[in-house]
């Protein structure tokens, strides 16, 4: 089975900067899109960023501000974030589609497997 363990949420102050890890395991020799996902009380799930090899997408919310990135070995992906404001303050779950399947980096509904999710609190 797919398994996705986040790091390296927390609290920051408005304009800082975090970076959150996550360790993709449990396939192999696959390319695969993975992406970050993030869920506030009272809001909707909302995908900010996916990744499948050299190609990224981001939503606008966070476009200019967040980058995602992979290891050289493809088995951890990054978020950096960048400018954060108290609108940034969610649960941040990193997410991978079925391996071997078609998938799409924009399309939330393709991300099937989910981390346990970091808490990233702006004040």
């Known amino acids: 089975d797919v398994q996705l363990v986040e790091s390296g949420g927390g609290s920051v102050m408005a304009g800082g900067s975090l970076r959150l890890s996550c360790v993709v395991s449990g396939y192999t020799n696959k390319r695969n899109c993975l992406g970050w996902l993030r869920q506030a009380p009272g809001k909707e799930r909302e995908l900010l960023a996916g990744?499948?090899?050299?190609?990224?997408w981001y939503a606008a919310s966070v476009k200019g501000r967040f980058t995602i990135s992979q290891s050289d070995a493809e088995n951890t992906i990054y978020l950096q974030m960048n400018s954060l404001t108290p609108d940034d303050t969610a649960t941040y779950y990193c997410?991978?589609?079925?391996?071997?399947?078609?998938?799409?980096?924009?399309?939330?509904?393709?991300?099937?497997?989910w981390g346990q999710g970091t808490q990233v609190t702006v004040s």
């Open positions: 990744l499948y090899g050299g190609s990224s």
């Open positions: 997410a991978a589609a079925q391996p071997g399947t078609y998938c799409d980096i924009s399309r939330e509904a393709d991300f099937r497997y």
